[in-house]
T-cell receptor
Framework: ETGVTQSPTHLIKTRGQQVTLRCSSQ?????VSWYQQALGQGPQFIFQ???????GRGNFPPRFSGLQFPNYSSELNVNALELDDSALYLC??????????????FGPGTRLTVT | GENVEQHPSTLSVQEGDSAVIKCTYS??????FPWYKQELGKGPQLIID?????GEKKDQRIAVTLNKTAKHFSLHITETQPEDSAVYFC???????????FGKGTKLSVKP
């Protein structure tokens, strides 16, 4: 069974630039959730994708957007990067939607630094 | 919406001792409570979870207890080992969207 993978591992961007982060879900899982984890904090929910559609969104501005592909992999895009976007971005995969998707398995994360 | 509070923020124990981390939640409709272990430079790892139809669940040295009336749940680690040193997060579901609300974490240090 293949676990959740994310790429790249680390990324350094300049304020105002755009970034794309990628995630491959665990084998057998069709739902992907994205979280932002600031240093010393717990993960915060950005949004979730199920069957290629956004299935819930946290308190993040529209410059955070995403996609899910037919193979259930996903991308997180952030436009107009700000210094406060520096964080660990985590992808979690699960099965189903709604209450079925609470059992979530995380990838190793992408460390984004905005300078 | 759901709010999760976690205590303590740091915990230091001697190898072989037990460690207990507690979380409270606000939404009485919440029915799933996972615990994650996050080592330095890694993503959170699901180590144990409990659903609201049971009061306790064990897996070797770790256990989770749930008190629905008081709306709190706890992680118990017995016979701690240095490799248990990590940051532990509790979480609870937020409504029906399927996302989790996390506590702020507990940094556990196990001294040999």
């Amino acid at each position: 069974e293949t676990g959740v993978t994310q790429s790249p591992t680390h990324l350094i961007k300049t304020r105002g630039q755009q970034v794309t982060l990628r995630c491959s879900s665990q084998s057998g899982h069709n739902t992907v959730s994205w979280y932002q984890q600031a240093l010393g904090q717990g993960p915060q929910f950005i949004f979730q994708y199920y069957r290629e559609e956004e299935n819930g969104r946290g308190n993040f501005p529209p410059r955070f957007s995403g996609l899910q592909f037919p193979n259930y992999s996903s991308e997180l895009n952030v436009n107009a990067l700000e210094l406060d976007d520096s964080a660990l971005y985590l992808c979690a995969s699960s099965q189903g939607a709604g209450e079925m998707t609470y059992e979530q398995y995380f990838g190793p994360g992408t460390r984004l630094t905005v300078t | 919406g759901e709010n999760v509070e976690q205590h303590p923020s740091t915990l230091s124990v001697q190898e072989g001792d037990s460690a207990v981390i507690k979380c409270t939640y606000s939404d009485s409709a919440s029915n799933y409570f996972p615990w994650y272990k996050q080592e330095l430079g890694k993503g959170p790892q699901l180590i144990i979870d409990i659903r609201s139809n049971v009061g306790e669940k064990k897996d070797q040295r770790i256990a989770v207890t749930l008190n629905k009336t008081a709306k709190h749940f706890s992680l118990h680690i017995t016979e701690t080992q240095p490799e248990d040193s990590a940051v532990y997060f509790c979480a609870a579901p937020s409504g029906s969207q399927g996302n989790l609300i996390f506590g702020k974490g507990t940094k556990l240090s196990v001294k040999p």
